[in-house]
């Protein structure tokens, strides 16, 4: 037995500092419990309260899209400046080292491709392969209105009823069909029917009128897509004004794989979103950017 003699009693009880309760950081999420929260708090800065999720998974259904035929190649060196990684579990397990650190947020659905009805949707991934693969949150496509709207939100809800169980969120990523208005009523429809139906978090994508009836009536965050390449200023310009109107990030893919500079635009993309930076300021950090890498 360990001799206890002699051992000075010198233990501080702090009695008179009540010990702090804090708050969660993020919108409507206060009340999850701690791996969750946990998990939400490596996908969202907790200092901005924001993230820059690096979407490449449109592969699951497009093939090797224009900027992801080689990932190894192309993406890799983009995660660093990420702060979240979304994709599948193939492109993860067989591209991505598992000295990777960034939390990844793993496309859990499939079963379709372009050349097919795109919202006939299922699962793809069983839960103990997310927890497996240490995954920090699973992502579901939602086709409201879709051909196949029910199915799609069944695979939500079954997935938020599988992740609840060992603390993984799940993202709702709100799919539109071409033949579909995207306008702020739809997606403030889309994108509440997946909080009320327990998504822990939305995509969706920024429309220029209202966007920010579309945040506020959401109770949870929202993250938007980047949507098809355009001009560098101009999507610089979508991230910062759905962020100063209540977007929690942004989930981007072709509008910086595709960019002229993708480390440049990655970059840029980030001090919008993070330090607030001003389109026209994030410009010129993205033309300084590709500037010195084009001499190096
Ligand atoms: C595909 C997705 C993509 O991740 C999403 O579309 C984001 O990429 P992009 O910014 O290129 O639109 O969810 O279903």
Known sequence: MADIDGVKEAKSFYTDTPQKTEGFFLKGSNSLDWGMKNRLARIFNPKSGRTVMLAVDHGYFQGPTTG????????????QYADTLMLTRGILRSIVPPSETKPIVLRATGGTSILKELSNEEIAVNIEDSIRLNVCAMAVQVFIGGEYEKQSIINMTQLIDMGTRYGIPTLAVTAVGTDMARDARYFRLATRICAELGAHYIKTYYVEKDFETVASCCPVPIVIAGGKKIPEMEALTMAYNAVQQGAS???????????????????????????????????????????????S
């Not at 942004?250 to 389109?279: L, S, T, W, Y």
């Open 249 to 295: 990030g942004v989930d981007m893919g072709r509008n910086i794989f595709q960019a002229e500079c993708p480390e440049a635009m990655i970059q840029a993309v980030g001090a919008v979103v993070h330090e607030n930076e001003k389109p026209e300021k994030a410009f010129d950090m993205y033309n300084t950017i590709k500037n010195e890498q084009s001499k």
């Open 68 to 79: 992801l035929e080689r990932i190894d190649i192309n993406i890799l060196p983009l995660v």
